[in-house]
């Protein structure tokens, strides 16, 4: 019986000579990047939908560059301080790079850029563990969106219904989702059943950095607060 490719030995150091080179590429390609576009911004998201990023991305290949990954990489790249900084002020831009961020280099005007960003939104559904934008409540009653052979999944969900010739029926209200709270896992499939999208992708510009001059975004914080931070 031949043996289980799972089951054969790794050498460790392979693996950590290939993560390291991958992170030495990345490091590579973010110095080129910065001698290449005019501008460097540091944004945040929230709701991150790899689809729709993916897709914006590439409406924007010809003119920027992004990227995504760990901080501490990107933060390397640019140098973290004064002192390593690979062009001057660029150690402001490091030190924002923390929790859900990411770089955008462009050779693109300031006034399309924060366009671009300030109105950018994607909709789409909640995922389990998200907090609830807004409270979701059905009526006590008829379910015709549903057919019949959906009864014992919706019960399953801990949907109070049952059938009544043949067609599905909410024997109380029923709260879906709740404000401020947690979706479960049952409350997540049934928003995604009823078609409500409450999750919304968004980008949110936090600094920009050019040879010229550096530029905060992000309310409650100064130059003071990244010299320092």
Not at 108 to 124: G, H, Q, T, W
Not at 223 to 228: K, L
Request: net charge neutral; hydrophobic share 35%; charged share 30%.
């Amino acid at each position: 019986m031949p043996k289980s490719k799972r089951n054969r030995p790794v050498t460790l150091s392979k693996t950590k000579k290939k993560g390291r080179e991958h992170k030495e590429s990345i490091v590579n390609s973010i110095r080129d990047a910065v001698e290449k576009y005019n501008s460097i911004y540091v944004f945040s998201f929230e709701n991150m939908r790899n689809l729709k990023f993916k897709e914006f991305r590439e409406q924007h290949k010809l003119t920027s560059r992004f990227f995504l990954g760990s901080n501490k990489v990107m933060q390397v790249s640019l140098g973290r301080s004064a002192a390593d900084e690979i062009r001057p002020g660029l150690h402001k831009v490091s030190k924002l790079l923390c929790g859900d961020a990411g770089l955008f280099l462009t050779n693109l005007p300031r006034e399309e850029v924060e366009r671009l960003f300030n109105e950018y939104e994607e909709y789409d559904f909640a995922r389990t563990g998200t907090t609830a934008t807004e409270t979701v409540e059905l009526k006590e009653g008829p379910l015709e969106q549903f057919t019949h052979e959906m009864e014992p999944f919706l019960r399953k969900q801990g949907m109070p219904v049952r059938l009544n010739k043949g067609v599905i029926e909410l024997v109380s209200d029923f709260v879906v989702s709740e404000e401020g709270k947690p979706l479960s896992p049952e409350c997540a499939r049934i928003l995604r059943l009823l078609g409500t999208k409450t999750a919304t992708f968004k980008l949110h510009l936090i600094c920009r950095w050019s040879p010229e001059d550096f530029e905060l975004y992000r309310e409650g914080l100064d130059d003071s607060d990244v010299e320092s931070a």
